[in-house]
Each structure stands twice: as C-alpha cells, then as structure tokens.
C-alpha cells in the first residue's frame, strides 16, 4: 500500500538510460497496458553521449552536447500522466529477484521507500568507461576524485574543460590502447595540437583486430600522416606508469618520454549487482552476464563455462553505424534480418529456446551481456533493448505468445581520425568519408533520448 492507502501500480523498472535502456524504456512505454507504470533509474540527470566524449575532452566548445536531458526520455505524448512513466536520477544499492534498493526514497515519484519492488526489469548498466573518461571514478588529471561526483549536467561540462586544460598543458601524451578511444584520442589530440608529441601504444601488431584487416591499414595511415609515433606489439609496464614522470617503459623496456598516460584500456562490465544476486548468472572469465536467446537472464552450466575472450582494448568495438552513436541505425536492418533468416534456416534458435531460467522476469542488454559474439556498441545495445521491451510486453499481456529472440548483426563501426576524417566497417565494406563537423553531429542523438533540437543554444540545458 502507499501513503494514501492505494495499491501500487505493476511495475517494469529499466536500470540505465543509454543507448539500450533508453530503447527498452521508449518501446514499454509506448505499449504498456493501464495499471502499469516504467521507473527508468540512472545515476545521472542527462544521458551520456559517450561516442563524443573523446573530441569533446580535447577540442573546447561542443562539451555541453553530449548531456541529454532526460526529460522526455519515454517519448510519450503526455509524459506526467498518472505517474505512469517514472524517470528517477538515484544510485542502486543493490538487487534482487524482485526488487532494487536505491540510494533514497523518492515519495515525489510515488516511490515510498529506497526499495523499490518491480514485476520485470531491463538490466542496461552497461560499463565502466575506462579512466581518461571516467567521470565518475577520477577527476580529469587522472588522479582519484577530491569530491563526491553527482551525475549532473554542470559538473560533467566542468569535467571535460579540466580534462581539455590536463591536455593542453601536457607536453607530450602516451595513449595506451588501440581500440576506438585510444586511435580518436591520438589522432584528435595530434590534429589539435600539432606540434605535441603523442604517441600510440598497442599490444597487439594490428589495430581493430576483429575488423577488416583494410580498417588497421587506413587508421595506420591516418596516424602516420599526424605525426603519432605508432609502438605496436608491446605493453605498458604500468609501475612506471606514476603521475609526475615525464618517461615511462614498455615491458620490453622500450622508454617513451610522456609526461601525461592516457590509458584507454580495461573497460569492464557493470554486472556487480547481478554477481551479488546469483553468482551463477555471471561469467567469471568475462564479468558478463549469461543471457538467454530472448535476453532474458540465465544461469550458466556447472561448471561455469570458460569462454576464450580476445582481448578488448576500452571501446575497441563501441560506436554506431556512420553517424554519431545511432543517428543511422537502420543501415544495420537488413544485414540482421538475413542473419536472422540464417539462424531460422539451420535451426540453431531451437536449441536456446529450450533453455530455462530462473529469473523469466529479467532482462539483460548491452554491454553488460555476453550477447553470442554481438560487439559491445552502442547500436547492439539499442537492437537488444527492442528485444527485450517487446518480451516484457509480451509477457505483459500472457496468452503464451512466443517470444523474440536476439540475433546479433555483422560488426560495424565508425572511427573519426583527427577532425575530418573517419574510417568505417558497414556490412563488411570499409570506407573512408569526411567529417564535416567538429562536434561530430551531437545534435543527431538527442532526438534518439526525446529531445529534439531546433537551435542550437537548446543544447544547453
């Protein structure tokens, strides 16, 4: 009961307002049943844009585009009606099978207490973005935060300015890591300050291993012709790695003279909660959580199954199908609809439906599952998040409908290379194209979290 003596309404929480959670979220609420209502939870006020947060840490003047206002994030009609469609900015505390205790009570939103009892939930706590843009977990010169971070809007934009002044300031940078961030971070910080040494380090002999071998081929290139000195093959000897040394060495003992380490490598999985409630949802080896074909979540066979990883530099694979994020993520639909025709010809879908779990009323997306091979990026995150609200709503409305099950698409991926180029992976096809604005079209995702922008002074709030 609460405080005026009603009966709560059923409940569908979604952990996470990102790519996946705010898809989730968008499509339960557009057909949630009356007597329902969504409680989207996420520790910040506005949506992270994160595929920009790179540029946005070196060039200044865009850092306000890439917080989205979780205002309409339902992208309902009449969003306040009811209490129906709930967004709460609050810290989860912990998980169980039907409930999520969180940092307060929140009686504003008709959520009496810090626990909060739900009938399904969309698990989308993604991951941890590794250190040169974790705004949560360190301050911009690298070292451990001097004060309590609080996830708005304000205080994010002052993040990034400390990380473009820690930037400018340095007199030669090591990036560390080969993946997505490491390459946009080398070639932006190269492009806008030409004259600084920066340097790339990767332990691998190829950039991007689980693309075409085309793509290392023009990020190479690309990195050449900006003066990066590209190490390839070896790793950072982190004890050499303390701030206030202006040289540090590989394992090898290779020296690179660097007086500020961007290290843009250990992005690890947000699936603590999920650990503490079953320690058998979740892979030891990977720190993912075990899904089912409908991305409902799932226990693992005894013994916990030992999956070879390849070693994922921090966004290796993250970004969405050339624009920023998923201002174009249908040039995805038909390569996972013939994937999808694959997997119903050779029946390799029957075998998952038969899996079982004790938790039918959780789903898991994102970057915190392990999705059959699907990349971690944020256009797998968004086609996970629609799996997984028309299960919940199918669930919702019973009379035993099947439900719909997850086929990932090919790997796809845009990488700018300084300000205006980028290099590409669509359907198998690499391509190079023009980057034609400096903030990366910020404004194509703001309508994708329900906030569409007319001028661009709305961007500020």
């Not at 990767?202 to 990020?219: G, K, Q, V, W």
Request: charge should be negative.
């Amino acid at each position: 009961m609460t405080s005026n003596g009603s009966v709560p309404p059923k409940t569908v929480v979604v952990l996470g307002g990102a790519y996946g959670g705010a898809r989730a979220a968008q499509l339960i609420a557009a057909g949630l049943p009356d007597g329902w209502r969504i409680v989207l939870i996420d520790r910040n006020s506005h949506a992270n844009h994160v595929y920009i947060l790179p540029r946005l840490a070196v060039l200044a003047g865009h850092e306000h585009k890439a917080f989205v206002p979780y205002d309409n994030i339902f992208n309902v009609p009449e969003p306040k009606t009811d209490g129906k469609y709930v967004f709460i900015q609050a810290q989860i505390q912990s998980l169980s099978a039907n409930s999520v205790k969180l940092s307060r009570a929140f009686p504003e939103h008709g959520v009496e207490s810090d626990t909060l009892h739900f009938d399904y939930a969309v698990y989308a706590l993604g991951s941890h973005l590794p250190s040169p843009l974790n705004l949560w977990h360190a301050s911009p010169d690298g070292k451990p935060a001097a004060h309590s971070y609080e996830g708005n809007k304000a205080e994010s934009i002052a993040w990034l300015r400390g990380k473009q002044r820690t930037i400018e300031d340095a007199t030669s940078v090591l990036v560390v890591g080969g993946g997505a961030l490491g390459i946009q971070f080398a070639t932006d910080i190269a492009a806008v300050y030409p004259g600084k040494p920066v340097t790339l380090l990767h332990s691998r002999t190829r950039l991007l291993p689980r693309f075409d071998s085309a793509m290392h081929t023009e990020i190479l290139q690309a990195l050449e012709s900006a003066n990066v000195d590209v190490i390839l093959g070896e790793r950072l000897d982190l004890v050499t790695a303390t701030p206030g040394h202006s040289t540090v060495r590989t394992t090898t003992g290779r020296i690179i003279h660097a007086d500020l380490v961007l290290l843009c490598t250990g992005q690890q999985p947000n699936t603590e909660f999920l650990q503490a409630l079953d320690s058998r949802t979740v892979n030891p080896s990977n720190s993912l959580a075990h899904v089912l074909r409908t991305t409902q979540l799932g226990l693992l066979s005894p013994p916990a199954q030992s999956i070879d990883v390849l070693e994922s530099p921090a966004l290796e694979q993250d970004d969405t199908v050339l624009a920023a994020a998923l201002a174009e993520i249908a040039l995805q639909d038909e390569a996972l609809a013939e994937s999808a025709d694959d997997k119903d010809q050779d029946g390799a879908e029957d075998v998952e439906a038969e899996e079982m779990t004790p938790y039918p009323h959780i789903f898991v997306v994102g970057d915190a599952a392990d999705a059959f091979g699907a990349i971690p990026a944020g256009h797998n995150a968004y086609y996970q998040g629609e799996v997984a609200a028309r299960n919940v709503l199918r669930l919702i409305e019973g009379a035993g409908i099947p439900l719909e099950q997850y086929t990932p698409g090919v790997p796809a991926i845009k990488v700018s290379l300084g300000l205006k180029k980028n290099v590409y992976q669509v359907n198998g096809v690499v391509g190079v194209g023009k980057e034609t604005r400096d903030d990366l079209n910020a404004a194509s995702i703001w309508s994708y979290f329900g906030c569409p922008v007319a001028d661009e002074a709305e961007m500020y709030r």
